[in-house]
T-cell receptor, first 117, second 113 residues
Framework: AQTVTQSQPEMSVQEAETVTLSCTYD???????LFWYKQPPSRQMILVIR??????QNATENRFSVNFQKAAKSFSLKISDSQLGDTAMYFC??????????????FGKGTKLSVIP | NAGVTQTPKFQVLKTGQSMTLQCAQD?????MSWYRQDPGMGLRLIHY???????DQGEVPNGYNVSRSTTEDFPLRLLSAAPSQTSVYFC????????????FGNGTRLTVT
């Protein structure tokens, strides 16, 4: 079974600074999908960014970017110019490309990020 | 476009009571699922469905039942509530295999006393 590990239960960053959240995963698949979800205090789950393992180029979405290291099975999230609205729980998630595993996300335990004014 | 709608938002049950958490989506998604979120545990899959009439178990299915009679609806039933089922429950849907993302409902906070 795939596992996703987020080794930083809590982090903080000053407003306007840059922060990187870590995520590692374990799989024997060669192709798969990776996601970062944000959960603000409102409890809503919001997709931040996604990466397909066969794409070598790192995904970016405005201030959010990833550092995808396939050989190391690492998928970190970088938030640039941090804003107060970035305060949230962040979950890393993994999904297989086909079969029964293609219908479920395996989540890490989350990293609680606080942006300090 | 409402997306994924969950009801109720909050619920308190006594041990042994039963109830149904409702989930509906209006995006014509084939795949629907239920997750529970517990502190320090992330989200764990309870049950999922890949289409009307088809359901399967996830990681933590015990104590829960599901059915999928229509594409739109995927209710989660607690047969006899236990304090261990105190959690936040999320329903989610997606288009199908591939990298299409999960669309989540806003969650139901359930407390079992």
């Amino acid at each position: 079974a795939q596992t996703v590990t987020q080794s930083q239960p809590e982090m903080s960053v000053q407003e306007a600074e840059t922060v990187t959240l870590s995520c590692t995963y374990d799989t024997s698949e060669s192709n798969y999908y990776l996601f970062w979800y944000k959960q603000p205090p409102s409890r809503q789950m919001i997709l931040v960014i996604r990466q397909e393992a066969y794409k070598q180029q790192n995904a970016t979405e405005n201030r959010f970017s990833v550092n995808f290291q396939k050989a190391a099975k690492s998928f970190s999230l970088k938030i640039s110019d941090s804003q107060l609205g970035d305060t949230a729980m962040y979950f890393c998630a993994f999904m297989e490309p086909s079969g029964a595993g293609s219908y479920q996300l395996t989540f890490g335990k989350g990293t609680k990020l606080s942006v300090i004014p | 476009n409402a997306g994924v709608t969950q009801t109720p938002k909050f619920q308190v049950l006594k041990t042994g009571q039963s109830m149904t958490l409702q989930c509906a989506q209006d995006m014509n998604h084939e795949y629907m699922s239920w997750y529970r979120q517990d502190p320090g545990m992330g989200l764990r899959l309870i049950h999922y469905s890949v289409g009307a009439g088809i359901t399967d178990q996830g990681e933590v299915p015990n104590g829960y039942n599901v059915s999928r009679s229509t594409t739109e609806d995927f209710p989660l039933r607690l047969l006899s509530a236990a304090p261990s089922q105190t959690s936040v429950y999320f329903c989610a849907s997606r288009d199908g295999p591939g990298n299409s993302p999960l669309h989540f409902g806003n969650g139901t906070r359930l407390t079992v006393t």
